[in-house]
């Protein structure tokens, strides 16, 4: 079945259900990553504690607050352009036609998806290079490439979010001039 056009030739209930589905897995990586945001500031607020009435900290707290706001904003960012509520600067082109802000808009959305792609790529040759290595880090000796992994997934999600940003904005049902 073609993407290209609306409801009168039966995709809209297939663009729906895309939608449906681009929706619930970009929403769940967002709650795991409020989750590991969540679990990063308990564990400093105990080393904290720790440190203050006991002398010491958690050993390792350094380690595991690093991996955990990496994944947190890894896993945030599909939900985030999903939903636009990244930066938008249109100082300029809100006086600009809809053709235009359409193209622009394209335009912008083709560089997010080319960006994604890039740090997907890059993310997964980086995994594979600790892997290989076997590097851990220094107190808890955790292997590194497991703060890799949610990155790498995230990334790829937001790729392929990207990608359907992209053709629901040029093929989509229901968008006017401006692609919305």
């Given amino acids: 079945m073609a993407m ?10 297939l663009w729906a259900l895309w939608d449906r589905w681009i929706h619930a897995v970009a929403a769940g990586f967002a709650i795991l990553g ?9 564990l400093t607020v105990v080393s904290i504690l ?6 010491s900290g958690l050993g390792g707290d350094y380690e595991i607050v690093e991996m955990g706001c990496a994944t947190a904003v890894f896993t945030f960012l599909p939900y985030c352009y999903l939903v636009r509520g990244h ?15 359409l193209f622009l808009d394209g335009l912008a959305d083709f560089l997010f998806l080319a960006i994604a792609v890039l740090l997907t790529w890059r993310l997964s040759a980086g ?11 220094m107190v808890l ?9 949610p990155a790498v997934l995230a990334c790829g999600l937001l790729a392929v979010v ?19």
Avoid: H, K
């Fill in 4 to 13: 290209t056009g609306g409801a009168e030739n039966g995709t809209a209930p």
């Fill in 34 to 42: 409020g989750l590991a945001l969540s679990l990063v500031a308990i």
């Fill in 50 to 55: 720790g440190r203050a009435f006991l002398g």
């Fill in 87 to 101: 930066a938008q600067v249109d100082f300029f082109s809100r006086w600009f036609g809809p053709r235009l802000r």
């Fill in 127 to 137: 995994a594979l290079d600790v892997l290989q290595y076997g590097e851990s880090t």
């Fill in 141 to 149: 000796r955790l292997p590194v490439w497991w703060g890799f992994v």
């Fill in 162 to 180: 990207c990608l359907y940003g992209l053709l629901r904005r040029f093929l989509g049902p229901g968008r006017d001039e401006s692609g919305r």
